[in-house]
Structure formats: C-alpha cells, structure tokens
C-alpha cells in the first residue's frame, strides 16, 4: 500500500515562504510523476505543479509559477513544494499525489492521472 505524508504546512504572513514535503513509502518512488494540489474552503480541488519522474520536467499552474518550485529527491522518496511570496489566496489544504507510471519527461495537470494521493497539510497566509 503506497503511503504519501505531506509535512510543513503552518501560518505565514503574506509575503513569506513555506516549504511543503512528501513522504512515499515504497522502493519504486522513481517510477511515478508526482504532483502537488490544493483545496481551498468551498472550491474544487486544483493543480499546482507537477514533476517527473527523474525531475528533469516540471509543470506549474499559472498563478503559482514563478513563486513556487518543485523539487524531488529520488534517493529519499521525496519530493517538496517550495512556496515563495505567499499569497492569502494561496491558503489551501496541500496535497501530494503519486501520478501513473509512464515515460520518463511526462508531467501531468490533471487529477485523474493521480493514483495515490496524501491526507494533506494546511497552509494558512495571513494578509
């Protein structure tokens, strides 16, 4: 059973930095694209970003990109979100998702690419 274990979410004050990570149980972590979403109260789940599997593609959506990076560690079946320039409209529950194995440079958008996803951590920006 694949585990994903979000840490580092907590309160910033608009403007700073958090950085989220993940945990994966399992001896394959380099097979799968992972990526991040979030959730806001009263909204529909949404990407974030997405990385492949060796991490040599990233995807963002548009009103993170050039804030956040992804990044992964495949030695240590992790991969992180690092936020920069916090938003209050960034406050969401933060998820990490393991992707469906596929081809080494393939970065997926969707939801429904995501097989395994983690029970979330809160992020909370304070204007």
């Known amino acids: 059973q694949v585990q994903l274990v979000e840490s580092g979410g907590g309160l910033v004050q608009a403007g700073g930095s958090l950085r989220l990570s993940c945990a994966a149980s399992g001896r394959t972590f380099s097979f799968y694209p992972m990526g991040w979403f979030r959730q806001a109260p009263g909204k529909e789940r949404e990407f974030v970003g997405g990385?492949?599997?060796?991490?040599?593609?990233?995807n963002y959506a548009d009103n993170v990109k050039g804030r956040f990076a992804i990044s992964r560690d495949n030695a240590k079946n992790t991969v992180s979100l690092q936020m920069n320039t916090l938003k209050p409209e960034d406050t969401a529950v933060y998820y990490c998702?393991?992707?469906?194995?596929?081809?080494?440079?393939?970065?997926?958008?969707?939801?429904?690419?995501?097989?395994?996803w983690g029970q979330g951590t809160q992020v909370t920006v304070s204007s």
């Open positions: 990385i492949s599997r060796l991490g040599g593609r990233t």
């Open positions: 998702a393991r992707g469906r194995a596929r081809a080494l440079n393939v970065v997926y958008a969707s939801s429904v690419e995501y097989e395994h």
